[in-house]
Antibody, heavy 119, light 107 residues
Framework: QVQLVESGGGVVQPGRSLRLSCAAS????????MHWVRQAPGKGLEWVAV????????KYADSMRGRFTISRDDSKNTLYLQINSLGAEDTAVYYC????????????WGQGTLVTVSS | DIQMTQSPSSLSASVGDRVTITCRAS??????LAWYQQKPGKVPKLLMY???TLQSGVPPRFSGSGSGTDFTLTITSLQPEDVATYYC?????????FGQGTKVEIK
């Protein structure tokens, strides 16, 4: 069955960088666009970024553009999110999610990885 | 950017009640609207897409309607397992935005 497993979260000092990973299995990873969504503690869902199945199209939420970089390695069935210049506002659970099809909703989500930005 | 506004932000209803959540888009999005359910401490789950199409396995007491800018999610008979926060999401022209969520509790 479809599995998405995030990793790479933890406690990070402000201003540092972090790379999150999402290992996918149970489906043809290279056929699907993939997303990152985050959720600050006690808050709602916030879409972060998407990468198309072939990696050519990358889009970011306006507030994320510039510090966030989404990428994928289809040989490893893995999605990545690089976050630079971390600030307190980036403290959140980061989920990866699989699209049902390009530009469509998300049918599978990982369990999330918690990023805490604190000195 | 398209903004999605849900109302109410929270509600409390009795088991068996009919519950309606609304979602309004800041511009027309046709029927590119999905609903997700997030139970406490759990991962979001896709309930509905294309405004009114039920995702496989979702109970038929859930229904959706709307097009353009105004949408509704209805639970015809609220059950204890429906306690959750519900989010609308647009995926119009490769733009993904969530509403702020509606928390549903049992009275």
């Amino acid at each position: 069955q479809v599995q998405l497993v995030e990793s790479g979260g933890g406690v990070v000092q402000p201003g540092r960088s972090l790379r999150l990973s999402c290992a996918a299995s149970g489906f043809s990873f290279s056929n699907y666009g993939m997303h990152w969504v985050r959720q600050a503690p006690g808050k709602g869902l916030e879409w972060v970024a998407v990468i198309s199945n072939d990696g050519r199209i990358k889009k970011y939420a306006d507030s994320m553009r510039g510090r966030f970089t989404i990428s994928r390695d289809d040989s490893k069935n893995t999605l990545y999110l690089q976050i630079n210049s971390l600030g307190a506002e980036d403290t959140a659970v980061y989920y990866c999610a699989k699209e049902t099809d390009w530009a469509k909703p998300f049918d599978y989500w990982g369990q999330g990885t918690l990023v805490t930005v604190s000195s | 950017d398209i903004q999605m506004t849900q109302s109410p932000s929270s509600l409390s209803a009795s088991v068996g009640d009919r519950v309606t959540i609304t979602c309004r888009a800041s511009q027309g999005i046709s029927n590119y609207l999905a609903w997700y359910q997030q139970k406490p401490g759990k991962v979001p789950k896709l309930l509905m897409y294309a405004a009114s199409t039920l995702q496989s396995g979702v109970p038929p007491r859930f229904s959706g309607s709307g097009s353009g800018t105004d949408f509704t999610l209805t639970i015809t008979s609220l059950q204890p397992e429906d306690v959750a926060t519900y989010y609308c999401q647009t995926y119009h022209i490769a733009t993904w935005t969530f509403g702020q969520g509606t928390k549903v509790e049992i009275k």
